[in-house]
């Protein structure tokens, strides 16, 4: 037996083992190029495996939002009726030359694996820092650090009552929700890092924090620091973004720190390298992001970021019959550039080396990688939204209309149809884009 292994269940290993299952598929019903390629036949013993330790496919874009918990879908109902096998286990070891993974199960036994072709789709992490206090840092990166930070939201008005010296002055105890919820740390929130994530996270902590504080008589003391390394917050997305997101943060009233960083944290303040020390019950570190571990095990070259180099096919360089896709790869998009740490990228990577790993068992030819225009779609919680597109980072939308072509991009568009294998590999195709034209 023939088996493609995809290693991830994110987008891209999603993405990876369906677009797999439909050509061969489409080559064991004698359709020309499985459902749409060139060439090709195969037998019913060619499979697909996905391995990974999730039962779930986290929608990540959407872990800065309230209610994290309900932002997954199951994987077998998205790829056990497209025929991907599903094996739940970590990898931790890779061996390209006999074509063997090792993978341990949630029992802790250990089992391995053969595979023709392997798709790595691991995914990202984020690179949290080793500074005093570390462990009061929240983050969204994922499904359990973003359900922890929801818990800790709404246990803030039952934490205890902040020591005398971060109180406001002659402050009534009498206001409502007594001195417990005037306390300034208590409806404070520090965001590390102004990135697409340090601004979806900022902004909609605003919206969040004042819907917990406001039955404590405490909206109004809702305060949010963003805090950035760089000159200038936000300098990641491009000069024209700028105004755009000054603006957002400024009719939120969030507070913006540049050219520092945080060297400690307490569990109710937050010290800078300038030297101040900030009040605050909440801190969240969105800066900094790696490919997870086990791109590590794949003998390959890596970028600074450990995103393992692939060519115009995906393949990744110098190891024969393994693909790599999503945040696992570094892959060049046209014009010089090459891909970003981004949902907008992991679809069609993963698409592409799901197809091209199963082309070579077919023997037919690969399809280069050839991804859309590079976007850029941020939710700035109740200032509305930024769309803008190119590497120039044109604006195109900001407000409300760039809010609602946010929300259906992460609502809609990116969700793969659950309980439907016929639609499934439909989409799967590489052809296809799962973002739709510039709604301008």
């Known amino acids: 037996m023939s088996e493609i292994v995809v290693v991830g269940g994110g987008f891209a290993g999603v993405w990876a083992a369906a677009a797999a299952a439909r050509l061969l598929k489409g080559a064991r019903q004698g359709v020309p190029g499985g459902v749409g390629g060139t060439g090709g036949t195969a037998g019913p013993e060619h499979t697909v495996r996905l391995v990974t330790p999730e039962d779930d496919m986290v929608i990540r874009p959407r872990l800065y939002e309230a209610d994290p918990h309900t932002m997954r879908v199951p994987l077998d ?82 934490f205890p009552e902040d020591p005398p010296e971060d109180r406001p002055k002659n402050l009534p105890k009498d206001r409502p929700g007594g001195t417990s919820a005037a306390s300034p740390a208590r409806w404070t929130a520090v965001v590390v890092g102004s990135g697409a994530t340090g601004l979806e996270v900022a902004t909609e902590l605003v919206h969040r924090l004042r819907a917990i504080a406001a039955p404590h008589g405490a909206a109004d003391r809702v305060r949010v620091v963003l805090v950035e390394r760089a000159a200038a917050v936000g300098a990641s997305l491009g000069a024209p973004a700028a105004p755009v997101i000054a603006r957002a943060l400024a009719d939120l009233g969030i507070e913006t720190r540049a050219g520092v960083t945080v060297t400690a944290v307490e569990a109710d303040a937050v010290t800078l390298s300038d030297g101040s020390r900030l009040p605050a019950r909440t801190a969240v570190w969105t800066a900094g992001v790696r490919a997870a571990e086990p791109a590590g095990l794949v003998p390959g070259r890596h970028d600074e970021a450990g995103r393992l180099e692939v060519d115009a096919f995906l393949r990744v360089t110098g190891v024969p019959e393994v693909w790599a896709a999503g945040d696992a790869a570094t892959a060049p998009t046209g014009h010089g550039h090459r891909t970003v740490f981004s949902c907008q990228y992991a679809i069609p990577l993963g698409k592409f080396a799901g197809h091209n790993a199963a082309a070579a068992l077919l023997g037919v030819e690969p399809e280069p990688f050839a991804p859309g225009p590079y976007v850029i779609c941020l939710d700035l919680g109740d200032a509305g939204g930024l769309y803008a597109t190119g590497w120039e980072r044109a604006v195109q939308l900001t407000g409300d209309e760039a809010k609602k072509y946010k929300r259906a991009v992460t609502e809609q568009w990116i969700y793969p149809p659950l309980d439907d294998g016929p639609e499934l590999l439909r989409q799967a195709d590489h052809r296809l884009r799962t973002r739709r034209s510039n709604p301008v």
């Open 77 to 158: 109902r998205i790829l056990g009726p497209a025929g991907v096998r599903r094996t739940a286990a970590a990898v931790t070891a890779i061996d390209t030359d006999r074509r063997t993974l090792t993978a341990v199960d949630r029992t802790g036994g250990a089992r391995e694996i053969a595979y023709d072709g392997l798709v790595l789709a691991t995914g990202s992490r984020l690179v949290r820092p080793e500074i005093p206090g570390a462990g009061h840092l929240h983050d969204v990166d994922t499904l359990a650090g973003a359900t922890a930070l929801d818990a800790h939201l709404h246990a803030l008005p039952d």
